[in-house]
T-cell receptor, first 110, second 114 residues
Framework: GQSLEQPSEVTAVEGAIVQMNCTYQ??????LSWYQQHDGGAPTFLSY????GLEETGRFSSFLSRSDSYGYLLLQELQMKDSASYFC???????????FGQGTTLQVKP | DGGITQSPKYLFRKEGQNVTLSCEQN?????MYWYRQDPGQGLRLIYY???????QKGDIAEGYSVSREKKESFPLTVTSAQKNPTAFYLC?????????????FGPGTRLTVL
């Protein structure tokens, strides 16, 4: 089976850097995805890592270590609008469906 | 503009009534999904469909039913058999299940059963 673990909450101040971790257990691994969801809104796709290393897109970076079954999402120069929930997800090897973690709620304070 | 739509945004029903949630996409995506989200929780898969006229149960299918008669449409019926139907329901689509991890989500329907 598949399972993912994420810390439930993280708090940081505007302008700072925050790292949100995700550990996973899978029977087969294709890659790790990240989604952002603002309160009451729809999740939006942020990034996908299939290979080890860091992928950067503007203020957002995502890291993967397949040997450690671990990844993280890094947000730099935090802005108030970054306050949201962030979900990691992996694809089920047999069915192809995405399995989501419980999400980390990020609160950015002034 | 291409996208995925859900209607209505808010829905109220009396206990014991069936209710159907609409989901339409014009992205030409093969795969469509229904998720349920409870407050402070992650997304749980109810049903998914990889092609027209075919669908599979997700992790919490009991009390729900779907149809996929057209590529663009994937309606979800919440039946009276669903014990705790009040939740936020999200529909999503992707190129094809298993080929892409990028799913596009609709704005969601918040269902309240009174």
């Amino acid at each position: 089976g598949q399972s993912l673990e994420q810390p439930s909450e993280v708090t940081a101040v505007e302008g700072a850097i925050v790292q949100m971790n995700c550990t996973y257990q899978t029977s087969g691994f294709y890659g790790l995805s990240w989604y952002q969801q603002h309160d009451g809104g729809a999740p939006t796709f942020l990034s996908y890592n299939a290979l080890d290393g860091l992928e950067e897109t503007g203020r957002f970076s995502s890291f993967l270590s397949r040997s450690d079954s671990y990844g993280y999402l890094l947000l730099q120069e935090l802005q108030m609008k970054d306050s949201a929930s962030y979900f990691c997800a992996v694809r089920d090897h047999n069915t192809g469906k995405l399995i989501f973690g419980q999400g980390t709620t990020l609160q950015v304070k002034p | 503009d291409g996208g995925i739509t859900q209607s209505p945004k808010y829905l109220f029903r009396k206990e014991g009534q069936n209710v159907t949630l609409s989901c339409e996409q014009n992205l030409n995506h093969d795969a469509m999904y229904w998720y349920r989200q409870d407050p402070g929780q992650g997304l749980r898969l109810i049903y998914y469909s990889q092609i027209v006229n075919d669908f599979q149960k997700g992790d919490i299918a009991e009390g729900y039913s779907v149809s996929r008669e057209k590529k663009e449409s994937f309606p979800l019926t919440v039946t009276s058999a669903q014990k705790n139907p009040t939740a936020f329901y999200l529909c999503a689509s992707s190129m094809r299940a298993g080929q892409s991890d990028e799913q596009f989500f609709g704005p969601g329907t918040r269902l309240t059963v009174l």
